[in-house]
C-alpha cells in the first residue's frame, strides 16, 4: 500500500499557477489551430464538439492500437499528455439507437456510408472516401479513415506552417508534428513545459449503438450514481481497424463519453492501483504488442461490476486492488479472452496466438511473484522522468533538447543509439535493475549494469 500511495505522489504532479496557464495557453493553441483548419476547405463542422482527455493515446484513454505509434517518453519528449478527438462528422439528429454497417466488419467496428448524410457533406468529403460502384449503377462513398488521417495531417501542417510565419509573443514553440498511424501528435513547449496532443479526427454521433442495446439492460457498478442519460448521451467511430479489417474503410467504435462518466464512479483507491498496475506491465507485456492500456481498462470495469460496493470503496485496499487486476489480466491471458465492456461480444484477444499469450502469461508470473520489487521500479522510472522535467525548467528552456526535426546534425546520433541500446536491455532484461554509467570526457563509451553485472 505504502509503495502503491508513494508511486501516486511522484505520478501525479501537483499544478502551480504557472503550469495551469502553461496547460491553458497549449489548449487554446489547439483549439485556434483546428479553427484555422475549419476555415480552410469547410471540411470540418463549424459548431464542432471536442472530448479533451486527460493522457495520451499511449495511456489507454481510447481504444487504439498502439503498433503504428511512435514511441514517447514522459520526461524525454514531454511533461503532460491530453488525448482530444475531433469530429469530422457529426450526426447529432437522432434519438433512436444508431445502426452502422457492420457486414463487412469484425465486432465493435464499421464501414460508414455517407448515405448517411446530405449532397452537401458527400461532396466536400467525397474525396475522403472510397468508392464502390454498384450493380444497379448507384454510387457508394464509404468514409476513409487512413484518408481522413491524410487530410487532417496535410491541413494541419499547412495551418501552422502558416502560424509559424507570423510568431506571436507568447505562443507556444510547435517542437514536433507527426503522423503516427491515424493519430497526428503534436508536441508544444510552452513556458517550462512540453506539451503532447494526441489529436484523432473521429465521427461523433449522439444517442447509442443498436449492437451495444443488450449491456445497458444489465446491472452496473454506476447504477444509482450517475443516470442513464450522463452514459449514453452519444459514442464515435475512431480511426483503427480490427486484426483482419480492411484499413482505408473500417472505423471502430469507441465509448471515450461514457468513460470520462463512469471513471466518476470508481473510487480513488482503485484507480491509484489501476495507474500502478499499467506502469508495471504495459512496457513487460508490450513486446511482441498484444496488451494495451485500454485492455486493463476494460478489465477494471468489469471488476467493478463484478466485486462487491463495499469492498471496492475501501480506503486501504490498494494492494489488494493492484493483485486483483494482475490475476484478472493472468486470466484473461489464459483463456485468450477479454471482453470490450460495452459490447462483451467483443473479444479483444481474439487474435492472438497461443505463443503469444503463453509468454505474456508467463513474464506476468513473475511479477505476481514480487510486485513489490517491479512497483519499486516504476516508481524509480516516473521519479527519473520527473528529474528531466525538473532540470529542463531548471534551464528555463524547452529549447535545450533537440527534437528530432532539428538542425542538431550529427550531434544526435550517440544519444539515439545509447537510446535505443538501453531500450533493447530493459526489453531483454524485464524487472531488472539496469544503471547507465557514462564518462562525461567520452560519451561514446557508456557502460551498463544489469543486477551485479557490468557489460
Not at 370 to 398: C, F, M, W, Y
Request: hydrophobic share 40%.
Amino acid at each position: 500500500n505504502k509503495l502503491i500511495q508513494e508511486f501516486t505522489k511522484h505520478d501525479q504532479r501537483e499544478y502551480d499557477d504557472q503550469r495551469a496557464l502553461e496547460i491553458h495557453t497549449a489548449k487554446d493553441f489547439i483549439f485556434s489551430m483546428l479553427g484555422m483548419v475549419q476555415k480552410l476547405d469547410q471540411k470540418l463542422p463549424v459548431a464542432n464538439e471536442y472530448l479533451l482527455l486527460s493522457g495520451g493515446v499511449r495511456e489507454g484513454v481510447v481504444d487504439i492500437d498502439l503498433d503504428d505509434l511512435n514511441v514517447y517518453a514522459r520526461g524525454t519528449d514531454y511533461d503532460m499528455d491530453f488525448t482530444l478527438l475531433v469530429p469530422a462528422l457529426k450526426l447529432h439528429d437522432r434519438n433512436q439507437p444508431v445502426t452502422l454497417d457492420m457486414r463487412h466488419s469484425a465486432l465493435c467496428h464499421s464501414w460508414l456510408s455517407l448515405r448517411l448524410f446530405d449532397e452537401g457533406t458527400i461532396s466536400k468529403w467525397k474525396d475522403c472516401c472510397t468508392i464502390v460502384d454498384h450493380i444497379n449503377g448507384a454510387t457508394n462513398y464509404f468514409f476513409s479513415p487512413t484518408k481522413v488521417a491524410d487530410w487532417f495531417y496535410d491541413s494541419i501542417s499547412i495551418v501552422l506552417s502558416e502560424i509559424q510565419k507570423k510568431p506571436q509573443r507568447g505562443m507556444p514553440k510547435v517542437e514536433k508534428v507527426e503522423k503516427n498511424g491515424t493519430i497526428i501528435s503534436i508536441i508544444l513547449g510552452v513556458g517550462s513545459s512540453r506539451m503532447l496532443y494526441d489529436i484523432v479526427p473521429v465521427v461523433s454521433f449522439k444517442g447509442w449503438p443498436a449492437v451495444a442495446q443488450s449491456w445497458l439492460m444489465e446491472n452496473h457498478f454506476w447504477d444509482g450514481k450517475i443516470t442513464e442519460e450522463e452514459v449514453i448521451s452519444g459514442f464515435y467511430l475512431v480511426p483503427a481497424c480490427s486484426y483482419k479489417g480492411k484499413k482505408d474503410n473500417e472505423w471502430r467504435l469507441s465509448f471515450a463519453r461514457s468513460e470520462v462518466q463512469l471513471k466518476k464512479c470508481i473510487s480513488s483507491s482503485l484507480m491509484q492501483a489501476y495507474q500502478a498496475c499499467k506502469a508495471i506491465i504495459i512496457k513487460l507485456l508490450s513486446r511482441p504488442k498484444a496488451i494495451s492500456p485500454y485492455h486493463l481498462r476494460s478489465m477494471m470495469l468489469w471488476a467493478c461490476d463484478r466485486l462487491p460496493a463495499n469492498y471496492l470503496a475501501q480506503e486501504d485496499y490498494g494492494a489488494h486492488f493492484l493483485l486483483g487486476l494482475i490475476d484478472d489480466l493472468q486470466h484473461c491471458l489464459v483463456n485468450k479472452m477479454c471482453p470490450n465492456y460495452f459490447i462483451p461480444q467483443c473479444n479483444m484477444l481474439e487474435h492472438l496466438s497461443e505463443e503469444t499469450v503463453m509468454l505474456h502469461a508467463r513474464k506476468l508470473s513473475s511479477v505476481r511473484s514480487d510486485p513489490a520489487e517491479h512497483l519499486r521500479t516504476a516508481i524509480e522510472h516516473v521519479k527519473a522522468a520527473n528529474r528531466l522535467t525538473l532540470e529542463l525548467q531548471r534551464r528555463g528552456s524547452t529549447t535545450s533538447i533537440p527534437s528530432p526535426q532539428s538542425d542538431g546534425g550529427d550531434t544526435n546520433q550517440p544519444d539515439d543509439r545509447l537510446a535505443k541500446k538501453l531500450q533493447q536491455l530493459v526489453t531483454e532484461n524485464p524487472g531488472k535493475s539496469i544503471s547507465v554509467f557514462i564518462n562525461p570526457d567520452d560519451v561514446t563509451r557508456p557502460h551498463f549494469r544489469i543486477d551485479d553485472k557490468f557489460f
